[in-house]
């Protein structure tokens, strides 16, 4: 079994925005359509400070998609092999996480909202919090290629 490139486990997707003098709305629908899975949980996370790292976790079961309805963030995404950094800074923008990513959110602007929407429901044992056990499970016993 090949190993999973990072750019085929995280998405940067755009979501209708639809604007008039009223203001703007913008849609993300579930079950494939904007979000690709059905979404069984919703968190939002804000009053994060510019120097706090939140996340630091990666999800054996979890996907996501984040988005900063407002103000902006960063997320660094990690596969054990590879990593990129995403800014969210538009509230029609989501960021899409396959499981088996360690993810750090930070760089909160003292704005930010970063609405979380997930495909499962809370399980704290499908968490790995500790990125030397991450990396042992997601390399298996090889050294690092």
């Given at each position: 079994?090949?190993?999973?490139?990072?750019?085929?486990?995280?998405?940067?997707?755009?979501?209708?925005?639809?604007?008039?003098?009223?203001?703007?709305?913008?849609?993300?629908?579930?079950?494939?359509?904007?979000?690709?899975?059905?979404?069984?949980?919703?968190?939002?996370?804000?009053?994060?400070?510019?120097?706090?790292?939140?996340?630091?976790?990666?999800?054996?079961?979890?996907?996501?998609?984040?988005?900063?309805?407002?103000?902006t963030s960063r997320v660094k995404v990690d596969n054990g092999y590879e990593t990129e950094?995403?800014?969210?800074?538009?509230?029609?923008?989501?960021?899409?996480?396959?499981?088996?990513?360690?993810?750090?959110?930070?760089?909160?602007?003292?704005?930010?909202?970063?609405?979380?929407?997930?495909?499962?429901?809370?399980?704290?044992?499908?968490?790995?919090?500790?990125?030397d056990a991450f990396l042992k499970e997601v390399r298996g016993n090889k050294e690092h290629?």
């Open positions: 079994m090949g190993m999973k490139q990072l750019k085929d486990q995280y998405k940067v997707l755009e979501f209708g925005e639809f604007g008039d003098e009223r203001g703007n709305l913008v849609v993300a629908e579930g079950s494939g359509m904007d979000i690709p899975f059905t979404i069984q949980r919703v968190f939002y996370m804000y009053g994060s400070d510019p120097d706090v790292v939140r996340g630091q976790h990666a999800n054996r079961k979890s996907e996501f998609v984040l988005i900063n309805v407002s103000g950094i995403i800014e969210l800074n538009k509230p029609r923008m989501g960021l899409y996480i396959d499981t088996m990513v360690w993810k750090d959110m930070y760089d909160f602007s003292e704005d930010s909202v970063l609405l979380v929407l997930a495909n499962t429901h809370y399980d704290g044992t499908e968490y790995i919090r500790d990125y290629e």
